[in-house]
């Protein structure tokens, strides 16, 4: 699911993993973590930027905020 729902976001998507979680019974919140901190190291090195940059401005579109 978080490959699709990373490829869902790129075309304009929102994919509704909450709800769509609810019937599993692995917790679907960690892959997606695990996707976020895939993307986030694998576009580092292209965009030039430390990978703390990336994961702040994937924060900032959300509304989220970042603890320490």
Do not use: N
Not at 11 to 24: E, M, R, V
Not at 25 to 52: G, H, K, M
């Amino acid at each position: 699911m978080a490959p699709c729902g990373d490829t869902c976001l790129r075309g304009g998507l929102q994919p509704d993993l909450l709800s769509d979680a609810k019937c599993w019974q692995t917790p679907l919140w960690q892959y997606a973590v695990f996707a976020v901190a895939i993307d986030s190291r694998a576009a580092s090195e292209p965009l030039a930027l430390p990978v703390e940059e990336i994961v702040r401005r994937i924060a900032a579109r959300h509304d989220l905020e970042l603890i320490a």
